[in-house]
């Protein structure tokens, strides 16, 4: 029998070094994009593509991210007493109704596949999607990431991973996948390598912070040890997974945006910005005059 993908890990423990000092106190994933956090924009896309179940693996310092989702009486209160309905409105369906959030520590930062382990006893035996709140993924009019994703999943109920092509001098930043050959619509993987360097590359088509997950892979994460730097890779998980099973791949079309670095981060205000109902038309006013100052 197979089952739909209804829950979603965001792994959210890690430090944030490279926007210290603005992480010392704060999440990186709640540093905001105009108006909205990193992390809001990860689960409404996890939502949009029928996702019900929120699983964030957390740490000591994240509590900020449960405040968000969670609902806040004062700050509603003081809203409708001033007759400030939309904001209201805005702070109330920040979680829409019939999805859940479910919070699990992670105790030490030891890679992205410990911190999916982390969220096996509430997975369960079901499919699940893992969202890396870094990775800003811009439908830019199409579907969301996600959705093309949970479609693709959908076809063939293989784990799906999300790629786009890197320039050939960025391989060494990412997991590069092999391709096997086209079957109708779907691709699958044949193999996946962790941040290879650029003459063992297999391809420049680079894992970007998308995935669909069978439950097995929680068999492979248990089987692998730490790494070279101390760190259990998902990547080498997903490497012994395809010695099982086929993984599908989801060429994401729309823009990704690196916000784990101070550069990406920056592209997006900006693009996002110039796009926002609210202040688009005058920031991008502002930007034509100081480009022509």
Avoid: W
Wanted: hydrophobic share 40%; proline share 5%.
């Amino acid at each position: 029998m197979t089952r739909p993908v209804k829950k979603a890990v965001f792994p959210v423990a890690g430090f944030g070094t490279r926007f210290l000092p603005a992480t010392k106190a704060n999440p990186k994933e709640m540093l905001p994009i105009v108006d909205k956090p990193l992390i809001q924009y990860a689960v409404e896309e996890a939502i949009s593509a029928g996702i019900t179940q929120l699983i964030f693996v957390t740490s000591q310092t994240k509590r900020a991210i449960e405040d968000h989702f969670d609902s806040n009486y004062e700050l509603e209160a003081k809203l409708a007493e001033r007759a400030k309905y939309d904001l209201l409105a805005l702070v109330q369906g920040i979680l829409p109704k019939g999805v859940s959030c479910i919070y699990v520590r992670q105790p030490e930062q030891l890679g992205l596949g410990h911190a999916v382990m982390c969220a096996k006893d509430v997975v369960g035996d079901e499919p699940f999607a893992v969202l890396l709140a870094d990775d800003l993924m811009d439908g830019q009019g199409n579907k969301p990431c996600m959705v093309q994703m949970v479609d693709e999943y959908n076809k063939t109920m293989n784990s799906v991973i999300a790629v786009q092509e890197v320039l050939p001098c960025e391989v060494e930043k990412y997991g590069i996948v092999a391709l096997a050959a086209k079957d109708g619509d779907s691709q699958h993987i044949a193999n996946i390598v962790e941040k290879p360097s650029v003459k063992d590359a297999p391809s420049n088509l680079a894992v970007v912070g998308r995935y669909i997950l069978t439950p097995r892979i929680f068999h492979f994460i248990a089987a692998i040890g730490a790494g070279a730097v101390g760190e259990i890779q998902l990547t080498d998980a997903i490497a012994g997974l395809l010695s099982e099973e086929e993984i599908q791949v989801c060429r994401f079309n729309g823009k990704r945006y690196d916000c784990g670095s101070k550069l990406g981060y920056l592209e997006a205000t900006v693009e996002y910005a110039l796009k926002h109902p609210e202040v688009g038309r005058e920031f991008g006013e502002y930007l034509e005059a100081r480009y022509k100052s």
